[in-house]
């Protein structure tokens, strides 16, 4: 299927590893230009290759941050065809072990440079009719346990996706978000590790994935986001899609 994406513009956070590092890939091969907005400068570097795209080094903690960026890659490539709202950290901010302080520090960088982002881009998805995807969690839906921030962020990012997709229609810029449940990425294995036998999690978890046993790679969520970028989805906006191998819908006991 051609997704006729070719040379058009999108800009990732958290572009450079894991999740984004996928999206960034596959966009290239595409054909399209994807800006990179992430702090790991050699990751970057070697995300991009010989390919076209921009690796921008920063680590989002300010409006003028995500302005910053979004005028750097329009001032390099003149468009912007869309957005992948994507870089976050589950650090593990919970009620007892936490306190409003830390509460506030990780809403705030998990949650305030989706709506920078998106803010900033806006004047350019509308000349471009583009497309904006936020990537959400599962924890938003089922919780996860000790990680009040995170998951207070990821709820908002799945609510202000059904709110952007209303507000956006004149301008027929579709807004979408993707869930991923279990995906191996440096994230991914930070929280691994935080357990004493993470081999031994890592087996429980696998075995109570209904589709396959196994992991979902960030291939499949990469997959599932350019598309939805793409002319192909043109008429999916205000949704919620999950890519988990049916992780959190299908019955455990499967
Ligand atoms: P990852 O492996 O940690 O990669 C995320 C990248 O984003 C890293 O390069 C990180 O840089 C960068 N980053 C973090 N905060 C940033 C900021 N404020 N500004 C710019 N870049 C930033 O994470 P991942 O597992 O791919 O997760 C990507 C998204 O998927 C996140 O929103 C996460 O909540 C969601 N998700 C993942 C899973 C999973 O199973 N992996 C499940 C559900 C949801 P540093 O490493 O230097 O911080």
Not at 40 to 68: F, M, N, Q, W, Y
Not at 122 to 150: C, D, E
Request: proline fraction near 5%.
């Amino acid at each position: 299927m051609d997704l006729s994406l070719k040379n058009k513009v999108f800009l990732i956070s958290g572009g450079a590893k894991g999740i984004g590092r996928a999206i960034s890939e596959t966009l290239q091969l595409e054909g399209a230009i994807p800006v990179i907005i992430d702090p790991s400068k050699e990751v970057g570097k070697l995300v991009l290759g010989k390919g076209c795209g921009l690796h921008i080094p920063l680590r989002l903690e300010t409006p003028a941050d995500s302005e910053s960026a979004v005028n750097h890659a329009f001032s390099t490539f003149g468009r912007i065809d869309g957005l992948v709202n994507n870089a976050g950290t589950n650090d593990r901010v919970g009620l007892e072990q936490g306190n409003p302080e830390a509460f506030a520090r990780s809403v705030q960088k998990n949650l305030m440079h989706y709506y920078e982002l998106a803010h900033f881009s806006l004047p350019y998805l509308k000349k471009s009719k583009g497309s904006i995807v936020n990537i959400s969690s599962k924890t938003a839906i089922t919780g996860q346990g000790g990680t009040s921030g995170y998951v207070a962020a990821k709820g908002a990012q799945l609510a202000l996706t059904r709110e952007w997709a209303a507000e956006l229609l004149p301008y027929q810029i579709r807004v979408n978000a993707v869930i991923p449940a279990e995906v191996f990425t440096p994230l991914y294995e930070n929280w691994l590790n935080s357990f004493s036998q993470p081999e031994e999690k890592l087996n429980e978890i696998t075995h109570r994935i209904p589709l396959g046993k196994r992991m979902t790679t960030p291939q499949e969520i990469a997959n599932m986001v350019v598309f939805l970028l793409s002319e192909k989805a043109s008429h999916i906006t205000g949704q919620q899609l999950f890519v988990d191998g049916g992780y959190t819908h299908l019955d455990r006991a499967l």
